[in-house]
Nanobody, 124 residues
Framework: EVQLVESGGGLVKAGGSLTLSCVVS????????MGWFRQAPGKEREGVSCASFSDNVIYYGDSVKGRFTVSTDSAKNIMYLHMSSLKPEDTAVYYC?????????????????WGQGTQVTVSS
């Protein structure tokens, strides 16, 4: 059974840092492509990063490029989203997602499995 569980969200001041974790089970990062998405109240779900670890490619959205980075611990089946220089506009529920294709995609509809989400709030 495929499962994704996010953690690490919380309240942080602008300019601060936070690292989110996504623990996955039922598959390996070599088989699926992965994504981080976020959704703020009243807004559509936005792609933050997408990756194909089998192809060694990671893409970042323009709004987070240079501030967020993605890494994995394959031995523990964990994907991380390291967030720095956080801004109030980064406030959202953050989700990790897995796609049954090894090609990275920013389109949320391409993803087959989702975590429950973790809230990130950045105060000004």
């Amino acid at each position: 059974e495929v499962q994704l569980v996010e953690s690490g969200g919380g309240l942080v001041k602008a300019g601060g840092s936070l690292t989110l974790s996504c623990v996955v089970s039922g598959f390996t990062f070599d088989d699926y492509s992965m994504g981080w998405f976020r959704q703020a109240p009243g807004k559509e779900r936005e792609g933050v990063s997408c990756a194909s670890f089998s192809d060694n490619v990671i893409y970042y959205g323009d709004s987070v490029k240079g501030r967020f980075t993605v890494s994995t611990d394959s031995a523990k089946n964990i994907m991380y989203l390291h967030m720095s220089s956080l801004k109030p506009e980064d406030t959202a529920v953050y989700y990790c997602a897995a796609r049954l294709e090894p090609v990275a995609s920013y389109t949320s509809y391409d993803y087959n499995y989702w975590g429950q989400g973790t809230q990130v709030t950045v105060s000004s």
